[in-house]
């Protein structure tokens, strides 16, 4: 079993920025890729952002192509926490994002992969 908190959402103005934690707590998650995804009321949870086990202490990462270049994904294996750096925050980007440990130490964008989920933070961004 592997339990997910995640912190640090809220209000933030269209161009700011907001960084969201996610500590695990459990099996070893560092040992299985982590992964933030979004849900918007009337929509599927999409993909955002992937970070892989780490090997040799080097991570793979994947991003939503509608966040490459805004969002940075990083873990700290050490603190058990992940984390997703918002920047240049859209209205778009407006939903409740997500933590999830996959079942795979690889990346992987599909939910499906996912085993165990947090609670959601919602992230709102006024235009």
């Known amino acids: 079993q592997v339990q997910l908190v995640e912190s640090g959402g809220g209000l933030v103005q269209a161009g700011g920025s907001v960084r969201l934690s996610c500590a695990a707590s459990?099996?070893?998650?560092?040992?299985?890729?982590m992964g933030w995804f979004r849900q918007t009321p009337g929509k599927e949870r999409e993909f955002v952002a992937v970070?892989?086990?780490?090997?040799?202490?080097?991570?793979?990462?994947e991003y939503a192509d509608s966040v490459k270049g805004r969002f940075t994904i990083s873990r700290d294996n050490a603190e058990n926490t992940g984390y997703l750096q918002m920047n240049s925050l859209k209205p778009e980007d407006t939903a409740v994002y997500y933590c999830?440990?996959?079942?795979?130490?690889?990346?992987?964008?599909?939910?499906?992969?996912?085993?165990?989920w947090g609670q959601g933070t919602q992230v709102t961004v006024s235009s």
């Open positions: 999830a440990s996959a079942t795979t130490p690889g990346t992987t964008v599909q939910a499906m992969q996912y085993a165990y």
């Open positions: 459990g099996r070893t998650a560092s040992n299985y890729a």
């Open positions: 970070i892989s086990a780490s090997g040799r202490n080097i991570f793979y990462v």
